[in-house]
C-alpha cells in the first residue's frame, strides 16, 4: 500500500533538511553498501551529505538498485519517514541532480512553485 502523499513534496538534498522539519520532501540518493536494507538506511544524498530513512513505516520491500528517490517527511531529527520510493537504477548522476536541487530552491524556485 502507498501512503498518500497530501503536500507538494519540494527536492531537497541533505543540507536543506533542517529547513523542511514536518514537511513532505523528495530525496534522491545512493544506497549506501552495508546499510541499505532494514528498517532505517543511509542514502548518499545529491550533495555528498548522509540522509537517513526511516523504513519502519514502509511496507513496499527493499530497494531493487543502488540509487532510489524517496517522498517522506523530516523529523526533528532530521531523519525522513519514506512514504514512497522509486527505483532510479544504478547509473545516476548525482552532481547534475544536485545542481537541480539548487536552482530549485534559490534563483528559479518561483518555476517548481
Do not use: C, W
Amino acid at each position: 500500500m502507498v501512503a498518500a502523499i497530501s503536500q507538494p513534496a519540494p527536492r531537497i538534498n541533505s543540507t536543506l533538511l533542517q529547513q523542511r522539519v514536518g514537511l513532505q520532501v523528495t530525496v534522491v540518493g545512493k544506497v549506501k553498501p552495508g546499510v541499505g536494507q532494514g528498517e532505517y538506511v543511509h542514502l548518499e544524498g545529491s550533495d555528498g551529505g548522509d540522509i537517513i530513512v526511516n523504513r519502519s513505516q514502509s511496507v513496499q520491500g527493499d530497494y531493487g538498485s543502488d540509487f532510489v528517490e524517496v517522498v517522506g517527511t523530516v523529523n526533528a531529527d532530521r531523519t525522513v519517514t519514506e512514504a514512497k520510493f522509486s527505483n532510479f537504477g544504478n547509473d545516476f548522476d548525482l552532481k547534475q541532480y544536485n545542481d537541480l536541487v539548487l536552482l530549485s530552491n534559490g534563483a528559479l524556485k518561483h518555476l517548481f512553485q
